[in-house]
């Protein structure tokens, strides 16, 4: 099992200007849904920011202490306009 601060560390940890949002969907500790906002996804299609987000994770989803990851990312401005 793995908790969301644990979640939040490894993400920042590969993008360090990050905000992180993680919230257990079950309650189980083994599926989240994680919101990054990061300046590091800009110039970035979807697929890639992803494959950022999913790397800094890749420890913890091959162990599958992460068994499924609902997974948004945006760039600062995007995430502005939109909240």
């Known amino acids: 099992m793995i908790n969301p601060q644990q979640i939040e560390t490894m993400i920042k940890a590969e993008l360090p200007d990050a905000q992180v949002q993680v919230q257990d ?39 599958e202490a992460i068994h499924a990851l609902a997974l948004k990312t945006y760039t600062p401005e995007v995430w502005q306009s939109s909240h």
Do not use: C, E, I, N
């Not at 906002?37 to 890749?58: C, D, E, I």
């Open 25 to 63: 969907l079950t309650g189980g500790g083994d599926h989240y849904q994680v919101t990054v906002v990061s300046s590091q996804f800009a110039g970035k299609g979807l697929v890639q920011q992803h494959q950022l987000v999913y790397g800094s994770l890749r420890q913890a989803m091959s162990t």
